[in-house]
């Protein structure tokens, strides 16, 4: 996806701040990952916080009020916040001003509980989603203020597996531990290209298994390779 890059860098502890100096930044490149890749992530994000028709609000009236103007972060938070109602400050100061990253992973806790964890520093609130083997499904909240969050299973029923932000809401950079049990994909292709391993044609939230014929200087062979989104690669053969 779009945001493929940043969850790379920010898995290899490169990741920044969105507002500082320019020469600050880690390398050239990431000027981009950062400002756009992971600016987009926020804008996304505040949308999910705001609704989609109040984001709209905020960006007609932040274009009305400075039409060829000088605008600062500061002003477009001013108007976040008087439309929204919300004080979005604690928003807005851990996604742009630090290297903070979100990590939540789920996981199960003995028989009759699911327990959350927040493993980055940046608190976002998110649904939780359990479904049963019975073909019924809930949904709790979490602010993610806490370190973790434990859900009970509800009595008489068979947990058939859970996930935090189904719906992509929050820029996560480890999709895969938001999903339990975890997702394999496997796939048998008809020749293996370099391509299977480039980021954007690999699955945010699960482990990609990715099997066939491939041709090496030994002549032709099966090739196997499994691998974690911008994480890594383990090969057979």
């Given amino acids: ?11 290899r ?19 981009f990952t950062i400002t756009y890749g992971k600016g987009s992530g926020i804008l996304h994000m505040l949308e999910s916080l705001a609704g989609e028709e109040k984001l709209l609000t905020i960006m007609r009236e932040f274009f009305r009020k400075f039409y060829f103007k000088n605008a600062t972060i500061d002003d477009f938070v ?8 919300q004080d979005l400050g604690w928003f807005f100061k851990q996604w742009l001003y630090t290297s903070d990253y979100c990590d939540y992973a789920v996981q199960k806790s003995g028989k009759d509980k699911i327990t959350v964890e927040k493993k980055g520093k940046i608190s976002m609130p998110v649904e939780i989603k359990l479904r049963f083997k019975d073909g019924t499904e809930s ?12 859900i009970e299973i509800p009595e ?14 929050v820029l996560d950079i480890d999709k895969v531990n938001n999903n339990f049990p ?9 020749l293996y290209f370099g391509i299977y391993e480039v980021l954007a044609f690999l699955k945010e939230d699960a482990y990609s298994w990715i099997t066939g ?7 032709i062979g099966l090739k196997s390779s499994f691998q974690r989104n911008g994480d890594y690669i383990v090969y057979s053969g």
């Fill in 182 to 190: 975890r997702k394999v994909d496997f796939r048998m292709v008809p």
């Fill in 78 to 85: 001013q108007i976040c916040n008087a439309q929204t109602g």
């Fill in 1 to 11: 996806t779009r945001f493929s890059k940043y969850y790379s860098i920010a898995k």
């Fill in 213 to 219: 014929p491939a041709f090496s200087e030994y002549g």
């Fill in 156 to 169: 008489g029923k068979r947990l058939k597996g859970a996930t935090v932000d189904a719906q992509n809401k």
């Fill in 139 to 150: 949904a709790d909240y979490w602010d993610g203020k806490s370190g973790a969050k434990q």
């Fill in 13 to 31: 502890s490169q990741d920044s701040a969105v507002v500082k100096e320019l020469p600050d930044f880690y390398a050239p490149g990431d000027i």
